[in-house]
T-cell receptor, first 114, second 113 residues
Framework: AQSVTQLGSHVSVSEGALVLLRCNYS??????LFWYVQYPNQGLQLLLK??????LVKGINGFEAEFKKSETSFHLTKPSAHMSDAAEYFC????????????FGGGTRLMVKP | DAGVIQSPRHEVTEMGQEVTLRCKPI?????LFWYRQTMMRGLELLIY????????DSGMPEDRFSAKMPNASFSTLKIQPSEPRDSAVYFC???????????FGPGTRLLVL
C-alpha cells in the first residue's frame, strides 16, 4: 500500500521568499513521485515528476523537487515566490507495477503575500 | 491535442435527479480515471479503466454511481439518484500506456440541491 503525507495544509510566504512544500511518502516498491498544481476552478496540472532518473527534478515555473530515499521525502521548492504561485499543490505517488494508480496527499494551499 | 475534455463544466440539479458526467480522454491514451474532489475528503479515485475495461471500482461510493467506457474516446459517470452529499468537483484523467503522467480535465462542478 502507498500513502502520501503533506505537512501543512496551508503555507503562507511573502513574495520573493523561498517556497518549501513538504511531502513524505510510503511505498513498498520504488515509487514514481509527482507534484501537481491546481489553480482556482481548474484541473490539476503536472509541475514535475520523479521516475527513478535524476534525484533532483526541475519542473515548470521555476519549481524543483529532490527525491531523498533515506528520508522518504519529495519536497517541492522554489527560490523566490511570485504572486502567481498562489494555488493548491498536490504530491502524489504511483506504483509502476499497479496500473499507475496515483495516491494523492491532502494538498497544501500556498498563499503569497505582497 | 485539446487535452482531456469534460462536460458539462457546471451542473446544478435537484436531489433525486439523474446526473451524467462526460469525458473525452486524450487520443491514444489507454487509461482513464475518474476522481472526486471535496473539501472534506480531498481527491478520491472512484474508478479507472484500461483499454475501455473497468479495472478497479473500489472507490465508487455506492450503487448509485456507475461508470462506462463504451469506446476509447468516451466515458460517462452517472449518479442516479443524486443526493446533496454528491456535490463535488469530478475530474477525469487519462494516461498513455508507456507514460507515467496522468493528464487531468478541467473538472465538472456538481451541485445537488
Amino acid at each position: 500500500a502507498q500513502s502520501v503525507t503533506q505537512l501543512g495544509s496551508h503555507v503562507s510566504v511573502s513574495e520573493g521568499a523561498l517556497v518549501l512544500l513538504r511531502c513524505n511518502y510510503s511505498s513498498s516498491v520504488p515509487p514514481y513521485l509527482f507534484w501537481y498544481v491546481q489553480y482556482p476552478n481548474q484541473g490539476l496540472q503536472l509541475l514535475l515528476k520523479y521516475t527513478s532518473a535524476a534525484t533532483l527534478v526541475k519542473g515548470i515555473n521555476g519549481f524543483e523537487a529532490e527525491f531523498k530515499k533515506s528520508e522518504t521525502s519529495f519536497h517541492l521548492t522554489k527560490p523566490s515566490a511570485h504572486m502567481s504561485d498562489a494555488a493548491e499543490y498536490f504530491c502524489a505517488v504511483s506504483d509502476p507495477n499497479a496500473g499507475n494508480m496515483l495516491t494523492f496527499g491532502g494538498g497544501t494551499r500556498l498563499m503569497v503575500k505582497p | 491535442d485539446a487535452g482531456v475534455i469534460q462536460s458539462p463544466r457546471h451542473e446544478v440539479t435537484e436531489m433525486g435527479q439523474e446526473v451524467t458526467l462526460r469525458c473525452k480522454p486524450i487520443s491514444g491514451h489507454d487509461y482513464l480515471f475518474w476522481y472526486r474532489q471535496t473539501m472534506m475528503r480531498g481527491l478520491e479515485l472512484l474508478i479507472y479503466f484500461n483499454n475501455n475495461v473497468p479495472i478497479d471500482d473500489s472507490g465508487m461510493p455506492e450503487d448509485r454511481f456507475s461508470a462506462k467506457m463504451p469506446n476509447a474516446s468516451f466515458s460517462t459517470l452517472k449518479i442516479q439518484p443524486s443526493e446533496p452529499r454528491d456535490s463535488a468537483v469530478y475530474f477525469c484523467a487519462s494516461q498513455g500506456m508507456k507514460q507515467e503522467t496522468q493528464y487531468f480535465g478541467p473538472g465538472t462542478r456538481l451541485l445537488v440541491l
